[in-house]
């Protein structure tokens, strides 16, 4: 930050692509005995006596279909459709909210050694930058709504972040292609309602900074199980009520740390003030990390 480094230990952790994270969790979900299905995207329709109509639209011309659930998992991400954007249980972002943006480098620059996460702060957004386990440089980063625009591009934004930190450029990064999320920031009024239950991301989510999303996405996907078998029978408002409580406890109350840690990292004197303390008492920052990587104390929990 500032051209000040400041460098800590992390937990032992992998920096795994997302293409075999994905495809780890579709080879388990089927070995559980799912059915898969690509490019389909899904719609809430109505309540029927004992269960809750989805409306399957398959890519291409195959036909669209109608199916009855039980209970419906709404794990559909940040920005879905599943349900309308005006529904209560759809996610609404705040209006501070930053933007997302991910790239993937591939390079033989030795700048950024594997096992190592590099966090370049700016003044006005972060870039996170990871070697993956193929050899590829993964940035990803959060910007001010008004930064991506005013530096004339996402890769501009980031190349200001990097400058600013005093961290070296990827060779790549002029030509880099960048992907943008939706508002970051935001959060469903609902977690749950007739015969759905909403979790990781559509539930609401903060920002990157902390790189906890897939915990906190994983740690809900395994305290629903037992919601689903209970959804097996009669469903009540006192099962969304539980599920509601349960989700806060699991990921809403820990993603606060990451919500602070975002407001602070906007205050420059505040910034600074935490990273010379950090520098000169690494322990009170690692003590944060090693709490914020407790996610087998959090699924065991479930
Ligand atoms: C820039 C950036 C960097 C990040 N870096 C990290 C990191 O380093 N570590 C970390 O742990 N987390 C990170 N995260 C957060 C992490 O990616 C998310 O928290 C996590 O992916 C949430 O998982 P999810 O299953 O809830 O949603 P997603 O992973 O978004 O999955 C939702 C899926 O639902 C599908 N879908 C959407 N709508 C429909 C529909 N109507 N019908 C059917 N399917 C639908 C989508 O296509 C998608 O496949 C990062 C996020 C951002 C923005």
Same mark, same amino acid.
């Given at each position: ?6 460098? &800590? ?6 920096? /795994? ?20 299905? #690509?490019?389909?995207?899904?719609? /809430? ?44 249980? $759809?996610?609404?972002?705040? @209006? ?7 790239? &993937? %480098?591939?390079?033989?620059?030795? $700048? ?8 370049? %702060? ?14 590829? *440089?993964? &940035? ?10 005013? $530096? ?22 002029? $030509? ?13 009024? *609902? ?26 996405? *994983? ?44 407001? *602070?990292?906007?205050? @420059? ?5 935490? #990273? ?8 009170? @920052? ?17």
């Amino acid at each position: 930050m500032g051209g000040k480094a400041l460098k &800590l230990e992390l937990p032992g952790g992998w920096a /795994l692509s997302r293409e075999r994270f994905d495809q780890a969790l579709v080879d388990a979900a089927e070995a559980a005995g799912a059915t898969v299905r #690509f490019q389909t995207s899904a719609v /809430l329709e109505e309540i029927t006596p004992d269960g809750r109509m989805v409306r399957l639209r398959p890519p291409g011309d195959a036909p669209i279909e109608r199916i009855k659930a039980r209970v419906v998992l709404v794990a559909a991400g940040l920005q879905h459709q599943v349900m309308s954007p005006s529904h209560a249980a $759809s996610s609404r972002s705040t @209006p501070e909210s930053r933007l997302g943006a991910g790239c &993937l %480098i591939n390079d033989d620059d030795v $700048s950024y050694e594997p096992g190592a996460i590099h966090m370049a %702060i700016g003044q006005r957004g972060y870039v996170g930058l990871v070697r993956r386990e193929d050899g590829a *440089l993964n &940035l990803a980063a959060a910007f001010d709504r008004a930064v991506v625009k005013s $530096s004339g591009g996402v890769a501009r934004a980031a190349e200001d972040v990097l400058n600013q930190a005093g961290f070296p450029l990827p060779r790549s990064l002029e $030509s880099s292609r960048w992907q943008l999320t939706p508002a970051l920031t935001r959060r469903a009024g *609902l977690f749950a309602g007739d015969r759905f239950l909403l979790l990781g991301d559509a539930t609401g989510y903060v920002e990157p900074f902390t790189g906890e999303g897939m915990a906190w996405a *994983l740690a809900a996907g395994a305290a629903v199980a037992p919601f689903v078998e209970e959804a097996q029978g009669e469903w009540s408002a006192d099962l969304e009520r539980r599920w509601q409580r349960r989700l806060v406890d699991l990921t809403i109350s820990r993603q606060r740390v990451c919500s602070v840690l975002s407001t *602070l990292l906007r205050q @420059p004197l505040t910034t600074n003030a935490l #990273f010379n303390l950090g520098c000169q008492w690494p322990a009170i @920052p690692q003590r944060v990390i090693r709490s914020l990587n407790q996610v087998s104390p959090l699924m065991a929990s479930s």
